[in-house]
T-cell receptor, first 117, second 112 residues
Framework: DAGVTQSPTHLIKTRGQQVTLRCSPI?????VSWYQQVLGQGPQFIFQ???????GRGNFPDRFSARQFPNYSSELNVNALLLGDSALYLC????????????????FGEGSRLTVL | SQQGEEDPQALSIQEGENATMNCSYK?????LQWYRQNSGRGLVHLIL?????REKHSGRLRVTLDTSKKSSSLLITASRAADTASYFC????????????FGKGTRLSVIA
């Protein structure tokens, strides 16, 4: 069975541009979470979506937005890119709405490496 | 913000030795998980320990949890070069839709 797939794997943008990152969850998983990982740091929570609805949002500016489609795939959009947005963007899926207290693991994709010049 | 703090930040050992990584966190938790990440790739779940558990084993992994000290440790026994990776603890809380919160990680290098 395919795991979580993300695209593109690498991309380079310039300041002020916009980027869209895509994620397909594991088959049967209905929840998708997005994390940002800056070099040398741990992943930071950005969004969680379940059944096309936003279930949680981290401390990120409104330049970050996301959505989930009927097939449970998801897109993360970042507008007006800043140098500080350079990071590995990780998508994770879970079968049901994920909360820290749900005692379930997250299944991660390999990430999209974004470099902003 | 990051809930957990791993210690040490980096660890270098010889193949066959044991590796111990520690995680401290700040608030009460429902469960604590450990994940592994090979150089810039995705995270892989290793083990989950619930707040009412004190120790858990999985293969060469042993995790302990001390909720009174708000700390956890991950022990990898008889380490192998393939264990070289970053290891992250992640904490889960009971309240609402709080996400899994990751620490900054320990970079483990196992030298053959």
């Amino acid at each position: 069975d395919a795991g979580v797939t993300q695209s593109p794997t690498h991309l380079i943008k310039t300041r002020g541009q916009q980027v869209t990152l895509r994620c397909s969850p594991i088959s049967g998983h209905k929840s998708v979470s997005w994390y940002q990982q800056v070099l040398g740091q741990g992943p930071q929570f950005i969004f969680q979506y379940y059944e096309k609805e936003e279930r949680g949002r981290g401390n990120f500016p409104d330049r970050f937005s996301a959505r989930q489609f009927p097939n449970y795939s998801s897109e993360l959009n970042v507008n007006a890119l800043l140098l500080g947005d350079s990071a590995l963007y990780l998508c994770a899926s879970s079968p049901a709405p994920f909360s820290g207290g749900s005692q379930r693991e997250l299944f991660f994709g390999e990430g999209s490496r974004l470099t902003v010049l | 913000s990051q809930q957990g703090e791993e210690d040490p930040q980096a660890l270098s050992i010889q193949e066959g030795e044991n590796a111990t990584m520690n995680c401290s966190y700040k608030t009460s938790i429902n469960n604590l998980q450990w994940y592994r990440q090979n150089s810039g790739r995705g995270l892989v779940h290793l083990i989950l320990i619930r707040s009412n558990e004190r120790e858990k084993h999985s293969g060469r992994l042993r995790v302990t949890l001390d909720t009174s000290k708000k700390s956890s440790s991950l022990l990898i026994t008889a380490s192998r070069a393939a264990d070289t990776a970053s290891y992250f603890c992640a904490t889960g809380r009971n309240s609402g839709n709080t996400p899994l919160v990751f620490g900054k990680g320990t970079r483990l290098s196992v030298i053959a």
